[in-house]
């Protein structure tokens, strides 16, 4: 069997659909000039009227996306179905590949398989991304950590796997597993146990300053080998840990296209440089399945700049591993 076409070659996170169609409302203006011209382009759009849907199909084309994950649920929050439905729908007009997408904290699993399983069914989704982070929190909870039994999450992606089959399903989780492992939430083993279920794991490989001195540490690579505070030195760094720890499944890796969250927020400027970077920079495409970019766009991710950049770039013809 193959992996899903969902999750090969280039593309990208979607996160909510209405601040995703109006980031690209007036799409191309304001998009493809920069300086004074973009200002000038942005302005005259602003006088037209907006076609959402008209624009995030363009957009999404000229980045050259191959497929797209439509987020189903979060952590304690489910998508509108007809919004989701509408979402899928200029996606696929685009000829991108569709896979839902939702994150589960552990402690309501079995309630998010149903709504994975029904909001997949209502908008044609036939593959599935498990966001399964142990020992994430969220600020407004930070004593709320998400935790797994080795039982519950070999439960619900043995479930995933038994609806979608194992080639339509896969997790995506943290870059470097041994700095989120301990014994609470031993990310490390819990991967470990469900991987052979799943078809892919999708590194989260948001470079921020990485590496730094914690990624040495932990995985015993060199800054000789890994660069300090470099994008396309990070992503390697998360492939080759992945490989250390043994792991054989197709890598698809998530890059960064946000800014302004974390304990040390990265400017807008500094993390459109650093996409740049890593576009002309990464070596290793032979080595993952699949880039795709957190996330496709609202006022804080994929801005304009990095849209220029993504468009220049064609991802879509790197010589991705066959998965």
């Not at 589960?104 to 036939?126: F, T, Y």
């Not at 194992?166 to 492992?181: G, H, Y």
């Not at 990624?215 to 992945?242: M, V």
Request: hydrophobic letters at 40%; one cysteine or more; proline letters at 7%.
């Amino acid at each position: 069997m193959a992996l899903h076409p969902a999750f090969l070659g280039h593309g990208v996170f979607c996160y909510e659909p209405a601040a995703l169609l109006k980031h690209y409302e007036r799409y191309p203006r304001g998009f493809t000039r920069k300086g004074l011209f973009g200002l000038i382009a942005g302005a005259l759009a602003s006088r037209r009227p907006p076609e959402p849907e008209k624009g995030l199909a363009e957009a999404v084309k000229a980045m050259g996306f191959q497929h797209a994950w439509v987020r189903l649920y979060g952590h304690k929050e489910v998508m509108k179905e007809a919004e989701l439905k509408h979402l899928a729908g200029v996606l696929r007009g685009a000829n991108l590949h569709l896979a839902g997408w939702g994150y589960s904290h552990g402690d309501n699993w079995r309630e998010e398989l149903e709504v994975a399983k029904h909001l997949s069914g209502a908008a044609g989704l036939n593959a599935f991304v498990a966001d399964i982070e142990p020992g994430r929190y969220f600020k407004k909870d930070p004593t709320n950590k998400s935790k797994w039994s080795e039982r519950d999450l070999d439960s619900f992606i043995g479930a995933l796997e038994g609806h979608f089959g194992r080639d339509s399903v896969a997790v995506s989780t943290w870059p470097v597993l041994k700095i989120q492992n301990d014994a609470a939430h031993p990310s490390l083993q819990l991967m470990r146990h469900i991987a052979p279920r799943v078809g892919a794991f999708v590194p989260q490989a948001y470079w921020m300053s990485y590496p730094e001195d914690v990624h040495y540490k932990t995985t015993g690579f060199s800054e000789q080998d890994y660069p300090r505070d470099d994008p396309s030195s990070f992503a390697r760094l998360a492939i080759a840990s992945w490989h250390k720890d043994g792991f054989t499944q197709p890598l698809i890796l998530t890059g960064q296209a946000y800014w302004g969250e974390g304990k040390k927020p990265i400017p807008q400027i500094v993390v459109e440089k650093k996409l740049a970077i890593f576009v002309k920079t990464f070596p290793e495409w032979g080595k993952i399945a699949g880039l795709n970019w957190w996330h496709a766009g609202n006022p804080k991710a994929m801005s304009p700049a990095m849209v220029r950049t993504l468009t220049a770039s064609r991802l879509d013809k790197k010589p991705f591993a066959r998965a």
